[in-house]
């Protein structure tokens, strides 16, 4: 009795359904139930190829052109000596390599005064303070001595804070001085100079801002205001003996 001609190489799209009134012919793969049984088989040789060529991948690492079709790969991981904050990934050209995890850099500048935060004027934009730098992880940000920062090439995520005390109407942005770019802070007011007499109210405009720059540019914090108080325009002294904190700008370093 011979098997059945199944074939692996096809998968049979449907299996069809003996209708009443046929009867079994023997030795035709055309009829029922040769016919059913053969498509059956032809699915199951078709799925069990599938699993030997996979099988083959995996475990055929071992022997003949398996290997020599992978041995690029198997050397590339073979050859790379694994460190600390690594890991196994490909450059833009598809090669096998150690890559750097991904780190976040943050700076913080802020204006750290004695006393008072200054009395400003209103013909302008003021440059605020900044006059003291900490940072974590890798050191990206330079302060430099007249208030202004430069950050090098990369992407960046920036928030700053700057305080305004009677001004009546103010606004804050951080400014790219390299390329005249300024990014716009929260429109807000507080007082005038004389609504309250003896007293300070402070309210504060924050920037939010994103950029890449693909060379070193050097940045500074400005602020326009509308009225002025005598020394505190720029911030209101509170006298706790832990020194003040004006402006604050803090820099998040991408990747």
Not at 154 to 172: E, N
Not at 182 to 190: A, L, P, V
Request: net charge negative; with cysteine.
């Amino acid at each position: 009795m011979p098997d059945l001609p199944e074939n692996s190489a096809t998968y049979p799209a449907a299996v069809r359904q003996i209708d009443s009134g046929e009867f079994a012919v023997g030795g035709d793969t055309t009829k029922p139930p040769n016919e059913q049984l053969l498509a059956l088989a032809s699915r199951t040789a078709f799925l069990k190829a599938q699993v030997d060529a996979l099988t083959a991948a995996i475990n055929g690492l071992t022997i003949g052109e398996e290997v020599q079709a992978h041995s690029g790969t198997l050397d590339a991981i073979t050859g790379l000596n694994l460190i600390a904050d690594k890991f196994i990934g490909t450059n833009s050209a598809g090669t096998i390599t150690l890559k750097s995890v991904p780190t976040i850099s943050i700076a913080i500048l802020q204006d750290f005064k004695t006393a008072f935060g200054g009395q400003g004027n209103t013909t302008g934009w003021l440059k605020r303070d900044l006059n003291d730098k900490q940072e974590t992880g890798t050191s990206f940000c330079t302060l430099n001595g007249d208030s202004t920062f430069s950050l090098p090439a990369g992407s960046y995520l920036v928030w700053a804070r700057v305080p305004g005390t009677m001004v009546d109407k103010h606004q804050c942005r951080v400014a790219n001085t390299t390329d005249t770019i300024y990014y716009k802070g929260s429109s807000t007011q507080t007082l005038t100079a004389a609504a309250v007499s003896g007293q300070s109210i402070t309210t504060d405009s924050w920037v939010f801002a994103t950029f890449a720059i693909a060379s070193t540019k050097t940045f500074q914090i400005e602020h326009r205001i509308y009225d002025t108080i005598i020394d505190r325009s720029l911030g209101a002294e509170v006298g706790t003996g832990m020194g003040e904190v004006y402006t604050q700008v803090v820099i998040v370093k991408l990747g």
